[in-house]
Nanobody, 123 residues
Framework: QVQLVESGGGSVQAGGSLRLSCAAS????????MAWFRQAPGKERVFVAA????????YYADSVKGRFTISKDSGENTVYLQMSRLKPEDAAVYYC????????????????WGQGTQVTVSS
């Protein structure tokens, strides 16, 4: 069983920064891509950013381009999301997800999910 564990969420004022981490563990996880999604109360889960394991290619939602950076630790199964210039609309539960097949912004392409970490942004 693959486990994804997020950490790093919290409360921050608008304009501030946070860094989320996601550690993958369990059986061998032949990850093709890892991603972050977020879900605000009463809304659908939406794509934030993704990174391809093989060549570190990245893919971002337009709403976070230039403010968020996804990266991975070359020696570990860990992916990070550095969030800067946070806005109140960035507040949500952030989920880490893993795919064995595609770099994608679609929820359905990801088979593995973490439990989520809350990000609160106050204005």
């Amino acid at each position: 069983q693959v486990q994804l564990v997020e950490s790093g969420g919290g409360s921050v004022q608008a304009g501030g920064s946070l860094r989320l981490s996601c550690a993958a563990s369990g059986r061998t996880f032949a990850a093709y891509a890892m991603a972050w999604f977020r879900q605000a109360p009463g809304k659908e889960r939406v794509f934030v950013a993704a990174i391809r394991w093989s060549d570190y290619s990245t893919y971002y939602a337009d709403s976070v381009k230039g403010r968020f950076t996804i990266s991975k630790d070359s020696g570990e199964n860990t992916v990070y999301l550095q969030m800067s210039r946070l806005k109140p609309e960035d507040a949500a539960v952030y989920y880490c997800a893993g795919s064995s097949s595609r770099l994608s912004g679609s929820v359905s392409e990801y088979s593995y999910w973490g439990q989520g970490t809350q990000v609160t942004v106050s204005s």
